[in-house]
Each structure stands twice: as structure tokens, then as C-alpha cells.
């Protein structure tokens, strides 16, 4: 059996940052990071738009208390108002702290570093580095995970959280290279996996989003926060998916529908094309069931509007979002420079996840807390986002909410011990399971059960929502479940076995898709990203609360959890 002080698994962003703090504060720590793909490959690689702060390198009027408002105001007064309060007081701090550690931040041409428009942001406040700030950000963390000592354990699956007597005692974790099964103990556990975009069939995140971390926290009976909260980017290129950075309309592209017209001044006149998410996603998917939509070959009645970066001009366009020129090019042969790229809503990010405090700790329920398990960054719901995550807030989160964490472990790691662990209970157990997915004798390939399932989702849960179409999705997924015990392996070795990986992952979404729908069917209101068409309207005397959704075999549970509020009331949202 391996054993460390504290075991981190996921190493992006938020995995990443939290170490480093725990080996700075405390070098005589054995911190571990394990994640399925190797660090520098997590999904935080692949952000683009940039990261919030209060600078005032180029907007000396902005304010924390502007930040946080703008947050607030974003979440649709679902988020918890002191951790918001946290995040944005100390993001001045983490952005100065990361250039410290050798970020490479775009520059004003006094050098200090510059800061961009973004939506629902009253205030040029985003700091970014070209369009590859997740690039530039991760690269220096591995970095100094390196620098610092962090073993790290890289294409490791973690297929079981082992929580005994109300503790978290350590994981169970699968080696992709041979399938070897190891069971790790330590005082502490932290969760930073990502989010679960690959529920659905269209998204911008990686193919690792599979939301294994909340499954595996659902598994052994604890709550998850919030998951009907779905966010639709609203520039995913058509049909890919992939995602087109915010930061080209905070840079100036307009969004047009087939008949030419700037269709924002109908929705959110004041902030146009830098309206939040939630909103520009309806407006897109309204304009193209009005048949305002545009088709391949140009006509109107489409599948997607056009996001047009034209008048901007190629020098503006190079230099400030090459590289979603660069996708536009490669992936579906559109200049930019000289045509508009077609753009239509893309699953892109967890509002929801694991309910933790403001230190990191995970919450059994409204009340309680785990001991030594921990959890930030998109997997976690500290709740700073509420029902809609404002664009260059999340890579902030990863980093205030990563540290913090991290600084909290580093403290109270000291008072524990390494915890008893009855290993072959748990090598059984995970050896079963492979063993049983490599026996089933089943009709179906994984590919055509997960494609089923992702479009159950798609359809039953998206931008727009209504009870008798969530009640049919459910009814559909109970029998897209009973296919996925219906799926046959071709490969049985244990050698990179990539379909043992996907299994467990089809797993994993299943139960998160699961969680969202339940979740999503009992909030009778629409708020944020969850639009009810038949509550169209935000009930705050009913659902000014967080759900805790608990799921079983036997189905989803639900409770709910007050929401923090400090500075702002609740306000009507205009934009
Ligand atoms: C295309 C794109 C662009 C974005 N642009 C921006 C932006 O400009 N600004 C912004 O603020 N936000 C942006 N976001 C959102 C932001 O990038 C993410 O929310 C954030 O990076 C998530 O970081 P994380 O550390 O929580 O998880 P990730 O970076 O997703 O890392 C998850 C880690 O967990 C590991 N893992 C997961 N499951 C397991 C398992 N079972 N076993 C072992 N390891 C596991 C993975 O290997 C990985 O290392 C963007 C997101 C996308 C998809």
C-alpha cells in the first residue's frame, strides 16, 4: 500500500496550485498528485479567454466590490456572497503571485499586464495571455510542482474513494500503462477533477470531463451541490463543438443571425454581445428556433448564427485570438479575417459539484463536514458561481479556492494520522469490478451506449427545460443504464485497456447526468442556466437555496442548504 500526507487527485489547475501551496507552507509534507492524464494535459490546459482581477492596470476605477457584484449579480443570487467575497478581494494577489512564479501575461506597452473586456464584467478587468491563458498558466504550476518536490503519479486512474466512519481514508487507483490496482492511504484526500462536460454530445471541454471525482463522492452516499446548474457557452463552433473564446467578442466580433441583424440589442440592449452566458446562449437557441438561424450553404433556418470577427481587422485579430483563428481554420476551413465562423451553444462548464466551505473542506450536508477530505476548483461548489459562472472566473476560482485549499491542508494535515486501511477488501473489490466489466457477455459497444446516453441528456436536459421532458429523459436513461450492463469489451489484456478506461467512465457519467436531471426537475423556477419553460420565472421565496442531491441505486434524494448572502440583495437581473 503507497501512503502520503496528502493525496491530490486531479493536477490541474486547481490539483496544481493547491500543492504548491502545501509544499511552500510546509516542506517536510509528502504531497502526492495523481491524475489520468498526465498534469500538463488537464482540461486547464485548453483555457483560452483569461483570468479576472482587479488590477486597474487599465480601468482604475474598478473596485473588489465591483467584481464581486458582477458575480453576484451573475450567479442570479445564487452564489454564497462570502466566498465571492474571498475570491475576488484576494484575486489581485493569485494573478501577481502567478506572474511571480513566471507566467508569461500579454503586456500594456508600459509593460504592466493588460486586461480585457469580458461578459457580465462591468469593468475591463480579465488579464490573459493572448488566447492561451490556461496554457501559460498550468506550464509554470507543473513547473513547480517539479520545483517543490510533488511526486506525482501520472495516467493513474482513481476509481474509488475510500471513506470509512465518516473520514476520508484514501483512493483506490488503476495504472492505465498495465492495469496494475493500488490502494493509497493518507490523512488527507483532496479532490480537484474537473468538470463533466462529456455528458452531453456537444461540448468544449476534453474527452477526460467524465465527472468521475462527483460519482465517486456520490458512491459512497455524500451530497453534490447544485448540479442542475449546466453551463451553455454560447460560441461553440458548429458542429465540432470546440469552443471560441469570450474573449473574441471582448475584443469586439458581434454575433448575427441570418438576416445580418446584431440580435443582442433584442435581449440584453446595454451589454450586447458581452451579455453573461446564460443569456447569449438563449438568444442564440431563440434566434434559431425563430428560423433565424443560418444553414452550410448560407441560407436562413439553420442550425447556427454567425459570430463575425470581420471589422476588427487581421492585425487585431492575430495578435489578440490567434489561436481560435487558428481552430476556425484547421477544423472547419473558415478565415475569419475575411468570413464569419458559425457558432451555435456548447456544453461548457459544472456550476455544481462537491460542497465544500470556504477552506475546501467537503460537507456531508447543510451542517456537517468530512474529515480529511477536501475538494476545489471545478469539481467542487464552494458556491462562488451559483446558477451561472461569469467568463474568467473559473481559472480565478481554481487558483484563490486551490491555494486556500491548499493552505488549509497544510495546517490541518498536523494534527492526523495515517489512517488503518484494510487494503485487500478494497484490491478485491476493485479487481471484481474490472474483472466483471471484462466478463460481461454483452450485445453493445461502449461507443453506441454513451453516444445513446449523450443525446438523452441533450435532449431531455439543455438550454431550455420542462418537467414532461426531464420525466421522459429519466425514463429513457433508466433504459440507457440497462444497456451500459449490456456492454461487451474486445480487448481483455491489461495494456492500455482504453475500453476498461471508457467503461468506467461511461459509469461515472451516467450517475452525474443521473444527479442533473433530479436536481434539475425539482427546481420549479428558472435562474441562471436552468431555464424552466414551465416556471419561467425566478422564485425567490421558493428556491433561494442550494440542493444537495444524494444519489443510490435506488434513485436521487434531495435537501436543500441556505444561501449567503452579506452585501448584495437579491435583484431583479438586467443587462
Ligand atoms: C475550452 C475551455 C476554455 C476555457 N477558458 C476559460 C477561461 O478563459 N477562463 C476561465 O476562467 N475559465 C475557462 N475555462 C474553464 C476552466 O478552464 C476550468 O473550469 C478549469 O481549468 C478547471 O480546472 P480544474 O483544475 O478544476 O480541473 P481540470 O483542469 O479539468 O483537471 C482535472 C484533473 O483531474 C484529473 N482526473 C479526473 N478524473 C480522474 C480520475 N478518475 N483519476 C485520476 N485523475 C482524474 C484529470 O486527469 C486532470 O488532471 C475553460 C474551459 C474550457 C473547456
Given at each position: 500500500m503507497l501512503e502520503h500526507d496528502v493525496l491530490i487527485v486531479g493536477g490541474g489547475l486547481a490539483g496544481s496550485r493547491a500543492a504548491v501551496e502545501m509544499a511552500r507552507t510546509n516542506p517536510t509534507l509528502s504531497v502526492a498528485v495523481v491524475a489520468k492524464t498526465h498534469p500538463i494535459r488537464s482540461h486547464s490546459v485548453a483555457a483560452q479567454g483569461g483570468i479576472a482581477a482587479t488590477?486597474?492596470?487599465?480601468?482604475d476605477q474598478d473596485t473588489?466590490?465591483?467584481?464581486?457584484?458582477?458575480?453576484?449579480?451573475?450567479?442570479?443570487?445564487?452564489?454564497?456572497?462570502?466566498?465571492?467575497?474571498?475570491?475576488?478581494?484576494?484575486?489581485?494577489?493569485?494573478?501577481i503571485d502567478l506572474e511571480h512564479m513566471g507566467v508569461l501575461f500579454s503586456r500594456l506597452s508600459d509593460g504592466r499586464i493588460a486586461q480585457r473586456a469580458f461578459g457580465g464584467h462591468s469593468h475591463k478587468r480579465t488579464c490573459y495571455a493572448a488566447d492561451k491563458t490556461g496554457h501559460a498558466i498550468l506550464h509554470e504550476l507543473v513547473n513547480n510542482l517539479r520545483r517543490y518536490g510533488v511526486t506525482i503519479y501520472d495516467e493513474w486512474y482513481v476509481m474509488r474513494l475510500i471513506t470509512e466512519e465518516g473520514q476520508a481514508k484514501g483512493v483506490v487507483m488503476y495504472r492505465i500503462r498495465d492495469g496494475h490496482l493500488e490502494v493509497v492511504r493518507a490523512k488527507v484526500v483532496m479532490f480537484a477533477t474537473g468538470g463533466y462536460g462529456r455528458v452531453y454530445n456537444t461540448t468544449s471541454n476534453d474527452f477526460a470531463s467524465t465527472g468521475d471525482g462527483l460519482a465517486m463522492v456520490a458512491a459512497v452516499g455524500l451530497p453534490l451541490e447544485d448540479m442542475e446548474f449546466v453551463q451553455f457557452h454560447p460560441t461553440g463552433l458548429y458542429p465540432v463543438g470546440v469552443l471560441i473564446s469570450e474573449a473574441v467578442r471582448?475584443?469586439?466580433?458581434?454575433?448575427?443571425?441570418?438576416?445580418?441583424?446584431?440580435?443582442?440589442?433584442?435581449?440584453?440592449p446595454k451589454q450586447m454581445e458581452l451579455a453573461p452566458r446564460d443569456i447569449t446562449s438563449r438568444a442564440i437557441t431563440l434566434e434559431i428556433r425563430a428560423g433565424r438561424g443560418v444553414h452550410s450553404d448560407g441560407s436562413a433556418g439553420g442550425p447556427f448564427v454567425y459570430l463575425d470577427l470581420r471589422h476588427m481587422g487581421k492585425d487585431k485579430i492575430m495578435s489578440r485570438v490567434p489561436f481560435c483563428w487558428e481552430e476556425a481554420h484547421r477544423l472547419v476551413g473558415i478565415d475569419a479575417v475575411t468570413e464569419p465562423m458559425p457558432i451555435r451553444p456548447t456544453v461548457h462548464y459544472s456550476m455544481g459539484g462537491i460542497p465544500v466551505n470556504t477552506d475546501g473542506q467537503?460537507?456531508?450536508?447543510?451542517?456537517?463536514?468530512?474529515?480529511?477530505?477536501?475538494?476545489a476548483g471545478e469539481c467542487a461548489c464552494v458556491s462562488v458561481h451559483g446558477a451561472n459562472r461569469l467568463g474568467s472566473n473559473s481559472l480565478l476560482e481554481c487558483v484563490v479556492y486551490g491555494k486556500r485549499t491548499g493552505a488549509a491542508i497544510a495546517q490541518y494535515v498536523l494534527n492526523r494520522k495515517l489512517p488503518s486501511i484494510d487494503e485487500d477488501r478494497y484490491l478485491k473489490e476493485a479487481g471484481d469490478r474490472i474483472q466483471s466489466l471484462l466478463d460481461q457477455d454483452g450485445q453493445y459497444r461502449i461507443n453506441e451506449v454513451r453516444q445513446a446516453y449523450q443525446d438523452c441528456m441533450t435532449d431531455h436536459c439543455g438550454v431550455f427545460r420542462a418537467e414532461s421532458v426531464m420525466q421522459e429523459g429519466l425514463e429513457q436513461l433508466r433504459q440507457v443504464q440497462k444497456k451500459a450492463s449490456e456492454i461487451y469489451l474486445d480487448d481483455k489484456g491489461k495494456q492500455w485497456n482504453t475500453e476498461v478506461l471508457e467503461a468506467l467512465e461511461l459509469q461515472s457519467l451516467m450517475t452525474v447526468g443521473e444527479v442533473i436531471l433530479a436536481s434539475a426537475l425539482n427546481r420549479q423556477e428558472s435562474r441562471g442556466a436552468h431555464c424552466r419553460e414551465d416556471f419561467p420565472n425566478r422564485d425567490d421565496s421558493n428556491f433561494l437555496k442550494h440542493t444537495l442531491a444524494y444519489h443510490s441505486s435506488a434513485g436521487v434524494d434531495l435537501a436543500y442548504m441556505p444561501v449567503s448572502i452579506t452585501q448584495f440583495e437579491p435583484k431583479e437581473r438586467r443587462y
Open positions: 488590477l486597474k492596470n487599465v480601468d473588489w466590490e465591483a467584481h464581486a457584484f458582477d458575480t453576484v449579480k451573475g450567479s442570479d443570487y445564487l452564489a454564497d456572497q462570502d466566498a465571492v467575497e474571498i475570491l475576488t478581494r484576494e484575486a489581485p494577489d493569485v494573478v471582448g475584443e469586439g466580433a458581434y454575433l448575427i443571425n441570418s438576416e445580418g441583424d446584431r440580435f443582442m440589442s433584442a435581449y440584453a467537503v460537507r456531508s450536508s447543510a451542517d456537517g463536514l468530512v474529515e480529511g477530505f477536501f475538494a
